[in-house]
């Protein structure tokens, strides 16, 4: 092995607290990937069985396995399973434990908010599959088109189940994000300049910002679907003067950037295992790490490939194409450096190989079939079929998951400290990949004899049988494979061999650490001597010249451990119940509500004055707090932009009064205005004071901001009751329902920034507050301000422009 | 900023800013976002400005966004990274929203 | 494009050559995709085959230096580190620029066709009006009057647009080889315009996922010669028949008698706006939107009890007996 020159950390310090308690309070986050493997795995295993008895019931034409209403509910858990508490979990589950460590960071910037986000992933995923207890599955497809998901079409508890666990689950997602992105921004030691970042860090970087940006549009389109469904709103009321192509393109705005979530990981995986096993560079690294950021970028923009056959005219479906061939450009870019980087290797021939080389042939026949689709003439034909399901299914197993499991076998070591099997492994591999192409290539050719996707049955003259056999074989095989893998999983934790620090001789930092790392996961930070610099460390440059050893970094916060806490899983407990409560009764949502705001406030408070989070200043010279908040102003900016460009998209279509100019009070409005604008001078007057410690001042100003946004509320309060007096509700049309959804939430959003400035008021007040503190009042303040922006965009485009 | 008291060392400013705005260039600002607003609430009851309206409004409220973005959020006076985060989102944003309102009909850039 | 002189052999070919390999059969099936009876369907197919031929031999090249590389260059025991090679520049625009002219190879005939294909409809097509309900299909021609079901009936070589409508949830239109599919959407206005140039039977089924039965909404199109097409108006619009004596006519009182009247138009005799037309039932080949043959016995099972035949339907069991049943059974069924 290759650790014989370096004096790698071996290390006595006392084990980890162990048990459950220590489980449940943990936010190490190697425990926390840990634990998004296991849970992912799980969820795994059962979107696996809905697809094996859906298969089952395919398998013969008018087969009677289960009936139509089962049929429908097992698709649409499948899919959503697979999706959201699968592959995405399993993401989760490698960025948590390697980014640290890839970086030579000791956690993530937030290790609290990085247990929450797993704590209200699992009350998601338990509530969405609660449906089955009470016989309620979601049934309307993972991406539940309206208005076949509003109540007439659906009037039991499925689609209640349905967008409430997603909301759910976005949330945890969009935390999680947040984390990482100041993590990676601004957890790296000097030395690890961006460019130096292993690929895997830099594709995780770019999904954490897809769903930073893509989650809004989704969440407010499953608002507004919960709107329809609890409180009579109109969004997709067809006689009100609705669109349907609003569900589409809100859904899909988030949907198409999701899959690049759900690949890019996997492209990164395979960036970190083939340089490894063929004991050479990744060819082409900055083009490969460009090629992630543009396939981000452009994923924005070619979301109606998914709509070409729902009649958006010529113009539209030939933009959307064109936009997705560009993608193919650098997917197909990423292909060539894998091929360049094993081209004059010396290729070792481990698990982890095999899976990354099965995923560039597998993803390379589904990147193809995708090309097919982003042709409109010829994804009419394909789409809505099975071509489309074996398209998906290369991309997302063959891409996805194959490249997962290279992760699997490739960090198991780093993770467990065991080594799994190699044969068994290997094993694994070929049953997994040959029964993966036997249950999905034939698809294709099912789709092309124009079997549509989401049948229960089909009759045996349409020809579809054999081939339907051979899949349901093939989905069996692929069964057989994961369990392959189970047991070679199981062996190794009870009685594999011991895996050393650096078992495959690795270029990266979670190799210079023991297996598995020390809590603290290194003794002392790492000095960073380019790409790959653990390989350099070991043997040099291109040359084979070793770099001179720089002494380890410095370590401005010692070895500081951050403190286990239960307030994640009580605020996700609260989540739960409060969506449970939407199920039942009023009382359990306001007794969900008042358990996460008591579990939110306690853990704010929790380190309030701990010495060790007073400055959290990092690599960019910016306190992690702050560049947190923008981030999440940054999804702000989606949030209200979609729910301001559905203002608009609807604007003069309803069917009934009253109309905007008949009941639109502008002088008022221009008051109301006016008012929240100089609550954003007293907000600033506020830091000013807080900064140079004159704690009278900060008190005055910030009570003011508090007082100037409760009038802006009163004035909202008489705004709302006087429209509602005069006949505008939000049943009443389109304009009741966009507007009082739109100025609605951004009340909401004034009410909690009231109780934020209010809380630091009274922190204030009983002398909790002090100039060290400034930065929590500087990120209230950025959290005021853009509530104040959106207003001044809300008021122009609502009130102002006729 | 106020002559008071010596300003604590604020590690924000440290390595990111390149300045920072005194509690004058609030003031200032808060009155040209009166003024603007202002101007807004005439301009709508103003015939002869009628046909240039929309876009008129669109700009001035523009200018109240980028002033408070500016100088209250401190951006102006902040580290690139979160301007580059913030104005990339603000701009997929607006890109998306018009790009939804054209497809759904209600701003089209062109005939159908 | 020198291509378009061979556009039809050619694609045919490719999709067929790689169809047969990949799966030994026939590319012919009552669903496929792959025989063309449009215009649509034949403009689909063209650029269906360039781009099957650009993808077959993109996966083959990747396949093989795949295969190649890892063969090449597997580990020997105690070989040296290979050269750490970083990159090559002019590689990496290579690479980049020889898809980017793949793809404009594959977007001109693609945006072509798509404005050929979604072009206004000439003046003088044959219009009808499509209207997707869950889960059947209703047909109207408004230049003759009359409204049919499930079975849409066109003359060959006559332009026709399909003006898609729908009364409750998103479906889709798909009969494949006519063309591609185009959703139903309520509350918009889509429509489907190609040319059918062969006579023949041709099945579809929704295609957008719809509720319980959306599997059992099946779709019968009939391209007949004009003449044919003329004579089937022209039965179309005649009044119901009616029977004299024997068993038709008891069923005929028996269907006047029951809830049938409340949801299904016979001319003459009912007129419900529920469920199909049923004036000239007995001339259909399917009973349940194609779910079964319009057998007597086929449609007793039916009218006994729907629900158990097709999941989710709207129309409920009427609590007759197996007689009333089959009575009416056969009055439909004489209703040619």
């Known amino acids: 092995m290759a650790t014989r020159a370096l004096d790698l950390p071996h290390h006595d310090a006392p084990a980890e607290a162990t048990g459950v308690w220590s489980w449940i309070t943990t936010v190490d986050h190697k425990r926390i990937g840990i634990l998004y493997g296991v849970s992912a795995f799980a969820f795994f ?531 739960g119940t409060a969506a449970l409560g939407a199920l039942t009764h009023l009382a359990i949502v306001v007794l969900g509500g008042l358990v996460t705001l008591y579990g939110a406030f306690r853990f704010a408070l929790e380190h309030h004055r701990a010495v060790a989070h007073a400055d959290q200043t990092g690599t960019v010279g910016v306190d992690h707090r702050k560049v947190g908040v923008w981030v999440f102003l940054g999804s702000e900016c989606m949030l209200f932009g979609t729910l301001i460009a559905t203002y608009m998209a609807y604007k003069g279509r309803s069917v009934v009064g009253p109309h905007p100019h008949e009941i639109l009070n502008i002088p008022l409005t221009t008051l109301s205005t006016f008012d929240l604008l100089m609550s954003s001078l007293l907000m600033v007057l506020a830091l000013a004071a807080a900064q140079r410690d004159d704690r009278r001042q900060a008190r005055f100003w910030l009570f003011g901001t508090a007082v100037f946004g409760l009038i802006f509320l009163g004035f909202q309060a008489y705004e709302f009751t006087h429209f509602v007096r005069e006949g505008l509700t939000l049943q009443q049309n389109l304009f009741g329902s966009t507007f009082f959804v739109l100025t609605g939430f951004h009340g909401g959003h004034v009410a909690l920034g009231v109780l934020w400035l209010l809380t630091l008021w009274i922190l204030d007040v009983r002398g909790r507050l002090s100039a060290v503190d400034s930065v929590k009042v500087e990120i209230a303040g950025l959290y005021w301000h853009f509530v104040d922006v959106v207003w001044i965009a809300i008021f122009t485009l609502v009130y102002l422009v006729p | 900023m106020s002559a008071t008291r010596p300003a604590p060392p604020d590690h924000a400013d440290a390595a990111g800013a390149r300045a920072h705005a005194s509690v004058a260039t609030y003031a200032k600002v808060a009155v040209i976002l009166t003024l603007i607003t202002a101007m807004e609430f005439s301009a709508i009851y103003i015939r002869q400005l009628t046909p240039i309206l929309v876009p008129l409004l669109l700009v001035m409220s523009a200018a109240k966004f980028a002033l408070v973005v500016l100088f209250f959020m401190h951006l102006r006076y902040d580290s690139r990274v979160v301007s580059f985060i913030f104005t990339g989102s603000l701009t997929l944003a607006i890109v998306i929203a018009l790009a939804l309102m054209t497809l759904t009909g209600q701003f089209l850039l062109f005939r159908r | 494009m020198g291509i378009l002189g061979r556009a039809r052999l050619l694609p045919r070919l490719g999709l067929a050559g790689v169809v047969a390999l990949a799966s030994g059969c026939t590319w012919n099936g009552p669903q496929t995709t792959l025989v063309p009876v449009s215009d649509f369907a034949r403009e689909t197919l063209r650029v269906y085959g360039i781009v099957t031929w650009a993808t077959v031999v993109i996966a083959a090249v990747v396949v093989s230096v795949l295969s190649w590389v890892l063969l090449r260059y597997r580990d020997r025991p105690d070989a040296p580190l290979p050269p750490q090679t970083r990159g090559h520049a002019l590689l990496e625009i290579g690479w980049t620029i020889a898809p980017a002219l793949v793809l404009l190879v594959i977007a001109i005939p693609t945006i072509h066709v798509v404005f050929r294909t979604q072009s206004a409809p000439p003046t003088g097509a044959l219009e009808v009006i499509v209207r997707g309900r869950q889960w059947w299909w209703e047909f109207a021609y408004p230049a003759y009057q009359l409204a049919t079901a499930n079975e849409l009936h066109l003359p060959v070589g006559r332009p026709a647009v399909l003006r898609l409508e729908g009364p409750d949830v998103i479906h889709s239109f798909w009969i494949p080889q006519l063309g591609g599919k185009r959703d139903v959407v309520p509350g918009r206005h889509n429509h489907l315009s190609f040319t059918p140039d062969t006579p023949g039977t041709f099945l579809g089924q929704c295609a957008e996922f719809c509720g319980t039965s959306h599997a059992n909404m099946l779709l019968r199109l009939v391209v007949e010669s004009p003449d044919a097409f003329e004579r089937w108006v022209a039965s179309e619009r005649a009044p119901a028949v009616q029977s004299q004596a024997g068993p038709a006519a008891d069923g005929a009182a028996a269907f006047a008698a029951s809830a049938c009247v409340g949801c299904h138009t016979v001319r003459g005799v009912s007129r419900g706006v529920v469920g199909p037309d049923l004036t000239h039932f007995g001339r259909r080949a399917t009973v349940g939107a194609g779910m079964l043959p319009n057998t007597v016995d086929n449609v007793t099972a039916w009218i006994l009890d729907p629900p158990r035949i097709k999941p989710g339907v709207k129309m409920p069991a009427l609590g007759l007996t197996e007689a009333q049943a089959r009575s009416i059974a056969v009055y439909l069924l004489s209703l040619k």
């Open chain 1, 45 to 575: 295993l059962l979107g696996g069985i809905e697809a094996l008895i859906l298969r089952l019931q395919l398998a013969r034409p008018a087969n009677t396995v289960v009936g139509a209403d089962t049929f429908n509910a097992l698709f649409t858990m499948h899919g959503t399973t697979m999706v959201f508490l699968a592959i995405m979990p399993f993401g989760s589950a490698f960025f948590n434990y390697l980014v640290p460590l890839m970086i030579g960071a000791r956690d993530v910037a937030f290790p609290r908010l990085n247990a929450l986000s797993y704590w209200i992933f699992l009350a998601g995923g338990l509530f969405l599959n609660a449906s089955f207890l009470v016989g309620a599955p979601p049934d309307a497809g993972w991406f539940g088109y309206a208005n076949l998901t509003t109540r007439p079409f659906s009037p039991g508890l499925n689609i209640d189940f349905w967008l409430l666990s997603l909301q759910i689950l976005g949330v945890s997602s969009m935390i999680a994000a947040v984390n990482f992105i100041v993590t990676i921004i601004n957890m790296r030691p000097p030395g690890m300049t961006l460019m130096r970042m292993p690929v895997f860090v830099w594709m995780t970087l770019v999904v954490q910002f897809l769903i930073v940006l893509a989650f809004p549009p989704v969440t407010v389109g499953l608002i507004f679907l919960m709107f329809d469904r609890f409180f009579g709103t109109l969004f997709y009321d067809v006689v009100a003067g609705a669109d349907l192509h609003l569900w589409q393109h809100l859904f899909w705005i988030f949907g198409h950037p999701e899959v690049y979530i759900l690949i890019l990981p996997a492209f990164g995986i395979v960036s970190e295992v083939l340089p490894t096993f063929a004991r050479k560079p990744l060819f082409g690294a900055p083009v490969v790490i460009y090629s992630g950021v543009l396939i981000g970028f452009f994923g924005f923009s070619v979301w109606s490939h998914h709509m070409f056959a729902a009649g958006m005219g010529p113009v539209a479906d030939s933009a959307f194409s064109i936009a997705t061939m560009i993608i193919a450009i650098p997917t197909g870019v990423k292909i060539f450096n894998w091929l360049a980087t094993l081209w004059g290797g010396r290729i070792r021939g481990a698990t982890a190989l095999h899976f990354a080389v099965g995923l560039i042939a597998t993803f390379t026949i589904g990147g193809l079939s995708g090309i097919m689709h982003s042709s409109p003439p010829i994804d009419l034909q394909q789409t809505d079929s099975y071509f489309v399901v074996a398209h998906l299914h290369y991309v997302l197993i063959g891409g996805s998951l194959i490249g997962l499991l290279a992760g699997a076998y490739y960090w198991w070591p780093k993770i467990t400290g065991r080594l799994l099997d190699e044969r068994l492994g290997r094993l694994s591999f070929w049953v997994i990949f040959l029964a993966f192409n036997l249950t999905f290539f034939p698809q294709h050719y099912l789709g092309a004899m124009g079997m549509p996707r989401r049948i229960y049955t089909y009759a045996a003259s349409t020809g579809w049988g054999t081939w339907n056999l051979v899949s349901t074989i093939g989905a069996f095989g692929i069964a057989l494979g994961i369990l392959v893998f189970a047991v070679n999983a199981i062996r190794s934790l009870r009685v594999g061999p011991r895996a050393p620090a650096d078992p495959w001789d690795g270029r990266t930092l979670e190799w210079r650490t023991s297996s598995p790392p020390p809590p603290h996961d290194f003794d002392t930070i790492p000095a960073v001597y380019g790409r790959d610099t653990f390989w350099r460390e070991k043997h040099g440059d291109a040359r084979g010249r070793k770099p001179t050893p720089l002494p380890p970094a410095p370590d401005p916060h010692g070895i500081h451990l951050p403190a286990p806490s239960h307030w994640p899983i009580v605020m996700a407990l609260g989540i």
